[in-house]
T-cell receptor
C-alpha cells in the first residue's frame, strides 16, 4: 500500500524567510504532484514532476523530485503572506492515475 | 486546463437521505475521479469512473454506498446514499489531462449531514 508522508504538517514562518516542505512516499511512482488549497476552496495545481531529477519553479516556489530516494521537496523562497495556504503532495503510484495524497502542510506566513 | 463544475456547491441533508452530486467537464476526458475530503483532513480517492464501464472503487468504499454514473465523456455523478453525519465532507471530482499529465479538481461539494 502506497503511503505518502509530508513534513512538517504545520509551518509558521516570517515573510522573507526560506523554507522547505518534504514529501516522502513508500513505493515506486511515475508522477508526483503538488497542490495548493486555500481555506474553503478546491485544489490548485502547482507542479507535476514526471522524472527523477525533475525541477520546476514558479515564482517563489520550486519543486524537485528524487525518485531513488522517493522524496520530493517544495522550496519556498522569500515567503510572502499570499503564500499562506495548505500544500499537498500527491503520488500516482499505480497505473490509472489514482492519486494518494499526503496529509498536507498548513503554511502560515506572518508579516 | 479543463474547466470543471460541480452541483450542488453545498448542501445540508438529513440522516438517512441520499444526495447526488454532478460533475461536468468542458472537454472530453477518459477518466474521472471522485475524492472525499473530511473536515481538516487530506483527500481520499473514492473511485475511478470510466465511460462505458463500472466504476472502480478503492478499499473502504462500496458501490451501494457511493453509486457512480458516467454516461458520457464529459459528465459523471456520485450519489452518497443513506447518509450519516460521518459522511459530512467535501466531495471533489477530478479529471486528468493526458497531454500534460496534470490532474485538475472541481470546486467541490460541501456536504453537511445532520
Amino acid at each position: 500500500e502506497l503511503k505518502v508522508e509530508q513534513n512538517p504538517l504545520f509551518l509558521s514562518m516570517q515573510e522573507g524567510k526560506n523554507y522547505t516542505i518534504y514529501c516522502n512516499y513508500s513505493t515506486t511512482s511515475d508522477r508526483l504532484y503538488w497542490y495548493r488549497q486555500d481555506p474553503g476552496k478546491s485544489l490548485e495545481s502547482l507542479f507535476v514532476l514526471l522524472s527523477n531529477g525533475a525541477v520546476k519553479q514558479e515564482g517563489r516556489l520550486m519543486a524537485s523530485l528524487d525518485t531513488k530516494a522517493r522524496l520530493s521537496t517544495l522550496h519556498i523562497t522569500a515567503a510572502v503572506h499570499d503564500l499562506s495556504a495548505t500544500y499537498f503532495c500527491a503520488v500516482d503510484g499505480t497505473s490509472g492515475s489514482r492519486l494518494t495524497f499526503g496529509e498536507g502542510t498548513q503554511l502560515t506566513v506572518n508579516p | 486546463s479543463a474547466v470543471i463544475s460541480q452541483k450542488p456547491s453545498r448542501d445540508i441533508c438529513q440522516r438517512g437521505t441520499s444526495l447526488t452530486i454532478q460533475c461536468q467537464v468542458d472537454s472530453q476526458v477518459t477518466m474521472m475521479f471522485w475524492y472525499r475530503q473530511q473536515p481538516g483532513q487530506s483527500l481520499t480517492l473514492i473511485a475511478t469512473a470510466n465511460q462505458g464501464s463500472e466504476a472502480t472503487y478503492e478499499s473502504g468504499f462500496v458501490i451501494d454506498k457511493f453509486p457512480i454514473s458516467r454516461p458520457n465523456l464529459t459528465f459523471s455523478t456520485l450519489t452518497v446514499s443513506n447518509m450519516s453525519p460521518e459522511d459530512s465532507s467535501i466531495y471533489l471530482c477530478s479529471v486528468e489531462d493526458l497531454r500534460i499529465y496534470e490532474q485538475f479538481f472541481g470546486p467541490g461539494t460541501r456536504l453537511t449531514v445532520l
